[in-house]
């Protein structure tokens, strides 16, 4: 059996360990178009903030790939003939495959601004454009970022270690507005302007003007030696559009991560799949969601039938010092919010339905396993019980007696009754 897969990262790696779990001889080629081998996207913010120290940032080593005996081609894909079942790269090779994934993952939304093709005006997705970023950076230099998610947050904090001057324009009111609600992101941004970072919310830019400036639409102009642009990704659904695969905003895939083409599989960012809290098909760019359905996805090319249940939106992350952790989904039907907090820790639960649907954490880290495993088996806790722990304010002591006693339910234990 003859395996390509397009992209080299997370899903990629996900799929050669699920291809050899089943077939351990069938030829494996990989196409790298970054030719930077399959490394971990998060960390290249730290990176940027640390190049010397973070300069080995690899997801899966070229020994993971030469272990498992895959061919590993520095090469863009440009076309997949379906017909004879090939794959056209840029160099003109031509690849004959059996079975093919798509891992093409995601890149920049680049918002088209007058002057954003300005060489100070640049992306912040790849090892490549941190490497760019810090061919410009030193100490005294002021930086503008477009955009308050977790890839603007992050290029944010790395810039300010290096001792940049940043302001970051969000054109919503409050930042993070798809993880955060508004009092999670007010006490965010508290911290984040404690430590020098400077926030403009409810402002677009409207043009990069060639003199290093930055205007917006209020008609205020912010110095800029560099900007990043952190307003968003799309999926590289391409190749699969180009082939005739019914793409939506990401590449439509079944259960087994199979596209319209029986013999072309698609996993991680590129793909829609099932929201868990939300119960709709969806774009989910989050790591391990991309290097469980690539593990998956393998396995079925090789001729297994693994069934994916579906994953829920859930981000973890540390930002100057303080760990947010945000997952599930609140939707318009929230009946019922429970806040606490002190000068330094925030927890937030949105109910639906009597069900939690979200909750957001900050620096609570312990209780966000036992909150994720709720939003995810959708365990039903009475709501009294929730208030009665959270008024003594949340700890693991926190987590209701009914979620032991469900979990010991869905776990098959004997007597569910509590003495
Ligand atoms: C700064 C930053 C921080 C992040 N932080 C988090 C986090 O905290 N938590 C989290 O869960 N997720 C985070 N993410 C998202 C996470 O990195 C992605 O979900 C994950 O990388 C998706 O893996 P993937 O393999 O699907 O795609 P990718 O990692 O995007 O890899 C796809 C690869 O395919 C290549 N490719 C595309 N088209 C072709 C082609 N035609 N030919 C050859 N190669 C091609 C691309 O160049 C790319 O190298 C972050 C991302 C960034 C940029």
């Given at each position: 059996m003859k395996y390509v897969i397009v992209g080299a990262c997370i899903a990629a790696a996900g799929a050669v360990e699920g291809i050899r779990t089943v077939d351990p001889r069938g030829e494996i080629a990989v196409i790298d178009?970054?030719?930077?081998?399959?490394?971990?996207?998060?960390?290249i913010s730290y990176f940027l903030a640390e190049p010397e120290r973070f300069i080995n940032i690899d997801y899966r080593s070229p020994a993971f790939f030469a272990k498992h005996n895959v061919r590993l081609l520095p090469a863009r894909a440009e076309r997949i003939d379906r017909q004879q079942k090939q794959l056209l790269l840029d160099n003109g090779e031509a690849i004959d495959y059996d079975r093919l994934l798509l891992a093409t993952g995601a890149r920049p939304w680049i918002p088209a601004?007058?002057?954003?093709?300005?060489?100070w005006v640049k992306s912040f997705y790849t090892i490549a454009d941190a490497e760019s970023i810090n061919e410009l950076v030193d100490a005294d230099k002021e930086m503008v970022i477009i955009g308050s998610g977790l890839i603007g947050m992050k290029a944010a904090e790395a810039s300010l270690k290096q001792g940049l001057r940043v302001s970051l324009v969000e054109?919503?009111?409050?930042?993070?507005p798809r993880i955060m609600t508004a009092e999670a992101a007010f006490i965010m941004r508290k911290h984040l302007e404690d430590c020098g970072l400077n926030i403009i919310t409810a402002e677009e830019v409207v043009a990069f003007l060639p003199e290093h400036m930055v205007k917006l639409r209020s008609g205020e102009h912010l110095r800029a030696d560099i900007v990043i642009m952190a307003a968003g990704t799309r999926p590289q659904t391409e190749l699969a559009t180009a082939c005739g695969l019914i793409v939506h905003k990401g590449i439509e895939v079944d259960a087994q991560f199979?596209?319209?083409?029986?013999?072309i599989f698609a996993a991680g960012d590129v793909i829609e799949t099932l929201n868990l809290c939300s119960g709709q098909t969806e774009l989910m760019a989050l790591l391990p969601h991309a290097h469980r359905e690539g593990l998956l996805a393998g396995a079925n090319m090789a001729g297994e039938e693994n069934h994916y249940q579906g994953g829920i939106p859930l981000n973890s992350v540390s930002l100057m010092g303080w760990h947010i952790c945000s997952a599930g989904e609140a939707g318009k039907e929230a009946d019922k919010i429970l806040r606490w907090q002190n000068e330094r820790q925030y927890l937030e639960l949105i109910f639906e339905k009597g069900y939690l649907s979200k909750y957001i954490a900050i620096n609570?880290?312990?209780?966000s396993g036992p909150l994720t495993t709720m939003l995810e088996k959708k365990l039903m806790i009475p709501q009294s019980e929730w208030e009665e722990l959270m008024s003594s304010g949340p700890?693991?002591?926190?987590?209701?007696a009914t979620y032991w006693q469900e979990i010991r339910r869905l776990e098959g234990y004997g007597n569910t009754e509590c003495c």
């Open positions: 178009g970054e030719k930077r081998g399959s490394y971990t996207r998060p960390l601004i007058p002057g954003v093709e300005q060489d054109k919503e009111e409050t930042i993070m199979r596209t319209s083409d029986p013999d609570l880290p312990e209780i700890s693991l002591s926190i987590i209701p």
